[in-house]
């Protein structure tokens, strides 16, 4: 049985979800803006949508991107996109 060809979603910008987040200086990365647009991204996604892939400039620190994608995994014990993937950007 062969493997369907994997989808790749791309979203644009100017999708609502990904405008800019609230921050302040001491919380400068919004994990919970970051869940509620998956949430909506989700809810968009076809049946069984499980992968993302995120890439970082050099500069994010290694903790954010380890928070960035737990974000993304689960919210409130609803299941989001668990398959996290780090790309390199190009």
């Not at 979800?17 to 996604?45: I, N």
């Not at 620190?61 to 960035?68: K, L, N, R, W």
Request: net charge negative; with cysteine; aromatic share 6%.
């Amino acid at each position: 049985m062969d493997d369907p060809a994997p989808r790749v979603t791309s979203i644009p910008r100017g999708t609502p979800c990904f405008g800019r987040c609230p921050h302040d200086q001491e919380a400068p990365w919004a994990y919970a803006a970051l869940t509620s647009c998956m949430v909506h991204l989700k809810a968009q996604a076809s049946a069984g949508e499980k992968d993302v892939v995120i890439t970082a400039a050099n500069d994010v620190p290694y903790d954010a991107i380890i928070h960035t994608m737990d974000a993304l995994r689960s919210s409130a014990g609803e299941e989001l996109f668990p398959d996290v993937s780090f790309g390199v950007p190009r």
